[in-house]
């Protein structure tokens, strides 16, 4: 960490002067904060020279609130730098990260700070010791095409192969880096070994070998796509060059490890946190220590903690450490601290991304994917000469779907790819039902990938959740406390929350088996018999006709009466069990079964009542001898 003040800092030396991202203005950093509030007021659509952004405000980490018609932009945001807020880190990407973005709607004491008008104190921070990453801009939006990005989106696939051929080049390069977070993640899928599977580069639009539509299925299936194409390297983070490219001085501090402490800001999606993610994995190389905190639940003794234990690092074993504090704008106003840090800090804006850069980013997840593209100028498919020994079906993209679909982008790689994933998943499962309905295999033919399916995707796109990480549990938690307190409203919205972010129906039936046990019980036995009722049903006939399936049974279950009796008593018997000391207590002899004459010769079976004999209630322990008066309905312990 470094913990010196802004005159050790290679920036800061030359740069206590900041620029405005709104008005274009220099001014003394401590100023920044107090302008920008002003600014943003004067020049709400951003400095001249910039589209209008559509009406409606757009607060910090507001999140698109519904769908919105199909071709339409769903959510849009202009360039204005005034829209460029600070990013919200992320703390998968970081060996010690202490925190994952949770989707609450910042329920911290950062909540005020949430809602609050953008201003750079919501950008990642690298405070006096070199941090990175802001928060993200709004999400919200929406606004006319501007007319350059549409002739940008209909560049024809030509002039993208010939800019390509470039980018393979330079990913020929690329170190193809394990993953930052280094986590053993089943679902982990290393695009950069897919790429070299495939023989595909980054973002060519060559055809790769052709893969299996249940094989791209389950690709798709666990993280985001998103954050399975995070770059690892510079190499292939893609656009961006006022920021990082070759010439720019901020590069030549990244190759050389000299991490000055910045904010980065810039509109959702366009690579921020991405950013932050290829200094951590670089850092790692160089024995910096990478810490990642999230504001949305990092207090301010963590950030101490961590610039104590950086001082420490520091002083005894001379090693730095960078701070990257994701989501900064949810800090409150004085954990943010605003004009001592941004006097510390150098801001870099980040823009958002062109199209031509969507289409790169977008056709290096294609190509990984194995999925081929249709040219539209040539009449022929361009697999029927190819061999594909499976019976399943390849996959194959329409050149202008793929064009659409970073255009619609509106320059938010998380939107195109998660667009994407979104039409790949749901086209692929449109024609399992089909098979599985008529009970044919797959056929040998195509599944083509339409513009129309790009656009639905992406209208879904903001829906998709974390289904390997913190967004599943989150969810399932909700569902099932929303059932518990029998509040219907809440918990179908729960369901549909998962449902249309891609869960696994058969996943959510299996928790509803569950709960019908844990929390009806006994109050409604029939509540089991729905729950598996309703597991065999999704089974047998897929998403998405089983939606409606379990919509019953969650709201059988909300309206149930509840009883946590049998669940509380059979805990009572683990519990028991578990804390026991010494052997375990023996069968009592009469319960024994005396199979053969040597054990009834033993006393096995002595004295037994059997019931049916008697009209009388029989009087008869059936406890072990030491646990003779124990009621595990009433007890908690034996
Ligand atoms: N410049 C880029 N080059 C390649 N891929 C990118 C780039 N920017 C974004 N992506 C892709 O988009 C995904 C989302 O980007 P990232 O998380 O960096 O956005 P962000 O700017 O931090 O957004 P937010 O502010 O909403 O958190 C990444 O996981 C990556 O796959």
């Not at 941004?342 to 990984?368: F, Q, W, Y």
């Not at 879904?460 to 518990?484: F, P, T, V």
């Not at 919205?493 to 998962?498: D, E, G, I, K, Q």
Request: hydrophobic share 35%; glycine share 8%.
């Amino acid at each position: 960490m470094e913990v010196s003040g802004p005159e050790d800092d290679p920036f800061l030396s030359q740069l206590h002067q900041v620029q405005c991202p709104v008005c274009q203005q220099m001014m003394p950093a401590a100023h920044i904060n107090s302008h920008l509030d002003r600014c943003l007021l004067l020049h709400p659509a951003g400095h001249a020279g910039h589209a209008e952004p559509a009406a409606g405000s757009h607060r910090a980490g507001e999140r698109a609130k519904g769908p919105s018609p199909p071709g339409a932009k769903r959510r849009r945001l202009s360039e204005s730098s005034a829209l460029k807020q600070p990013a919200t880190p992320t703390a998968a990407e970081s060996s010690e990260g202490e925190g994952e973005e949770a989707d609450d709607g910042g329920e911290t004491e950062s909540r005020e700070s949430y809602d609050a008008p953008p201003t750079p104190s919501g950008a990642r921070l690298i405070p006096d010791f070199p941090v990175a990453r802001a928060g993200s801009p709004a999400r919200k939006g929406s606004g006319k095409r501007p007319a350059a990005a549409a002739a940008a989106g209909s560049a024809s696939p030509r002039s993208w192969d010939e800019a390509e051929a470039q980018e393979e080049l330079e990913e020929a390069g690329g170190d193809g880096d394990a993953d930052a977070d280094g986590e053993d993640d089943p679902g982990h899928w290393d695009a950069d070994a897919a790429d070299a599977a495939f023989g595909t580069g980054g973002g060519s639009r060559a055809h790769p070998r052709a893969l299996a539509a249940e094989e791209i299925r389950q690709m798709l299936e666990g993280k985001p796509l998103a954050d399975k194409m995070r770059p690892d390297t510079l190499q292939d983070y893609i656009g961006q060059s006022r920021a990082v490219g070759q010439e720019t001085l901020l590069r030549s501090l990244l190759e050389t490890n000299e991490i000055p402490s910045l904010i980065l800001w810039g509109p959702p999606g366009c690579g921020k946190t991405t950013l932050a993610h290829i200094i951590a994995n670089n850092s790692k190389k160089h024995s910096i220590r990478f810490v990642t905190l999230s504001a949305t639940n990092a207090k301010t003794n963590d950030v101490r903690d961590v610039i104590k234990q950086a001082q420490n690092e520091k002083s005894f074993f001379k090693r730095k450490t960078i701070l990257f504090i994701d989501e900064i704008h949810r800090f409150n106003k004085s954990q943010q601290v605003n004009a001592a840090l941004l006097s510390r800090c150098r801001v870099i804006v980040l823009e958002k991304l062109p199209v031509e850069a969507m289409v790169t980013i977008l056709m290096r997840a294609i190509n990984s994917l194995g999925i081929h593209i249709l040219d539209s100028s040539r009449p022929t498919d361009p697999l029927s000469h190819s061999s594909n020994s499976s019976s399943e079906p390849s996959v194959l993209m329409e050149d202008k779907a793929v064009d659409t679909l970073a255009y619609l982008s509106d320059g938010d790689a998380r939107t195109g790819l998660n667009g994407l994933q979104l039409a790949v998943l749901a086209r692929l499962s449109s024609r399992k039902m089909f098979c599985k309905k008529s009970g044919q295999t797959y056929s040998p033919s195509r599944v083509l990938i339409t513009e129309n399916d790009v656009k639905e995707g992406l209208q879904r796109s903001h829906i998709l959740y974390d289904r390997a990480g913190e967004e599943h549990y989150n969810c399932i938690s909700a569902l099932h406390k929303a059932m518990r307190g029998s509040d219907q409203n809440a918990s179908l919205y729960w369901l549909a929350r998962m449902l249309e972010g891609g869960e696994d129906p058969l996943y959510v039936a299996r928790r509803l088996v569950r709960f019908a046990s844990e929390d009806i019980g006994l109050a409604d036995p029939s509540a089991l018999t729905q729950a598996v009722a309703a597991y065999q049903g999704c089974h047998f006939i897929g998403m998405p006709e089983c939606e409606v399936l379990l919509a019953q049974c969650v709201v059988y279950f909300a309206r149930a009466p509840k009883s946590i009796e049998v669940y509380s008593a059979y805990s009572n018997v683990k519990a028991c069990l578990r804390s026991h000391q010494g052997p375990l207590p023996p069968v009592p002899l009469h319960l024994r079964n005396a199979p053969t004459r040597l054990l009834k010769d033993l006393g096995y079976g002595k004295g037994y009542k059997y019931n049916p004999m008697y009209s009388e209630p029989v009087e008869q322990e059936y406890l072990p001898e030491e646990l003779r008066g124990v009621d595990f309905f009433k007890q908690r312990r034996c």
